[in-house]
């Protein structure tokens, strides 16, 4: 029982921490107010909920682990789409891992 509580804050403490990170990577990138963990948020083109901007909207869910995320973008000009897909292409004869 105590084990399932320590993996919990854990695993809870690495979303946030992963959440953190990607806040400093995007500064538009605002935590739900409800979110407890702040491991969730959006981003916006227009300055809603926050001063910065980016240059598309979306949301982030960091994942249960903090290793992986959600991540949708709306609205992306398509050269910044073309980069970020660039940037998701694996070599060939590399698995994802």
């Not at 029982?1 to 992963?18: F, K, L, N, P, S």
Request: aromatic share 6%; hydrophobic share 40%; proline share 6%.
């Amino acid at each position: 029982m105590q084990a399932d509580v320590a993996a919990d804050q854990r695993q809870r403490a690495e979303r946030t921490a992963a959440m953190r990170s990607l806040v400093a990577a995007l500064p538009a990138l605002h935590p739900y107010w409800w979110d407890q963990e702040q491991s969730a948020g959006s981003f916006h083109s227009e300055t809603y909920h926050c001063p910065e901007r980016a240059h598309a909207s979306g949301t982030v869910h960091v994942n249960a682990g903090g290793k992986s995320v959600n991540l949708k973008i709306n609205s992306v000009p398509v050269p910044l789409a073309r980069a970020i897909l660039a940037l998701l292409r694996l070599p060939r004869g590399k698995a994802s891992g």
